[in-house]
């Protein structure tokens, strides 16, 4: 199967971390995979955004492993190459979305697909022209722009995180000192793509960009300046901001960074959404009560 972005060769280049590994032949790549898409959960899935959830929920896709690798990570049982997760085909996929649609899915939410782009797009090639809802790109903001040209035309809704403004947290938490940079060109791509929101008449979103900041304790002035960074570089009347609160510190227990061992304060959370209103963003905020495990999904 070629390649998204090979760069001519056997070796990956699809994701910012260009690790080169032949995947292709079983070698395993940064994300923890080869080139054989594996999931670990495919069901309607209620705790999004409101205008992505709907009515009976959105149809969520959870891909094993993931490029990025934050040492906070909510879906770390998946995301660090375990072993749980079922190998599908393009075709056995696209059949997948199809059921999902049947059972009243919202839309079909690709949950960090990155690394298995080649498989994606011939999924979506497959099942794109029969489906009568949108596909959702759910990512880390840690892409490449020529990766996410590969996409044009198969997905309607990005959705992305943009973590951090500062390289050095971004190197301490998710060992990528360029995040800042690339997702910002990557949400630059990403909307480009869709433009300004769209809603169906049901309220959900059918069209168009929503970024997801997640704020992290003892990181306010980051989260600050990452959303002045956002508003800088995209149209904040066209896009939506979703301002997460629901950072859950059973997840980083393991790592070295003390910081990460609290919740979030109230003065951190609020203060950070006080700046979104002053840059005029629209969009969602969170209680702190949504800070607790039963809103991460269980995988098989």
Do not use: W
């Not at 809704?157 to 000192?177: E, H, I, N, Q, T």
């Amino acid at each position: 199967m070629p390649s998204a972005d090979h760069n001519g060769t056997d070796r990956c280049y699809l994701c910012p971390r260009k690790c080169g590994a032949r995947r292709g032949e079983g070698e395993v790549g940064v994300c923890g995979e080869t080139n054989v898409m594996r999931v670990s959960r495919i069901a309607l899935h209620p705790y999004e955004e409101p205008p992505i959830s709907g009515r009976l929920g959105s149809g969520t896709v959870f891909f094993c492993g993931c490029s990025l690798r934050c040492v906070f990570c909510q879906n770390k049982d998946i995301s660090r190459g375990a072993a749980s997760g079922k190998q599908y085909s393009p075709k056995a996929l696209a059949d997948e979305l199809f059921r999902l649609e049947a059972e009243g899915a919202s839309n079909i939410n690709l949950v960090t697909p990155t690394h298995f782009t080649d498989a994606v797009i011939e999924t979506l090639s497959i099942a794109k022209p029969r489906l009568s809802i949108p596909v959702v790109y759910n990512t880390s903001g840690y892409e490449r722009v020529s990766t996410l040209r590969s996409l044009e035309g198969l997905v309607d809704v990005y959705m992305p995180d943009f973590k951090y403004a500062s390289p050095s947290l971004a190197s301490l938490y998710s060992s990528a000192p360029d995040y800042p940079s690339v997702a910002i060109k990557a949400l630059r791509e990403m909307f480009r793509q869709v433009g300004r929101c769209q809603y169906g008449e049901d309220g959900t979103l059918k069209r168009g960009l929503l970024v997801r900041h997640l704020v992290l304790p003892s990181c306010r002035k980051d989260s600050i300046e990452a959303l002045t960074m956002l508003s800088e570089a995209l149209p904040v009347s066209d896009i939506l901001l979703s301002l997460m609160s629901q950072y859950t510190p059973e997840f980083a227990l393991d790592c070295p960074h003390k910081s990460l061992h609290r919740r979030l304060t109230r003065f951190e959370y609020e203060s950070v959404a006080q700046h979104a209103l002053a840059l005029g963003f629209d969009g969602f905020t969170q209680s702190l009560s949504s800070a607790v495990k039963d809103y991460t999904p269980q995988f098989k």
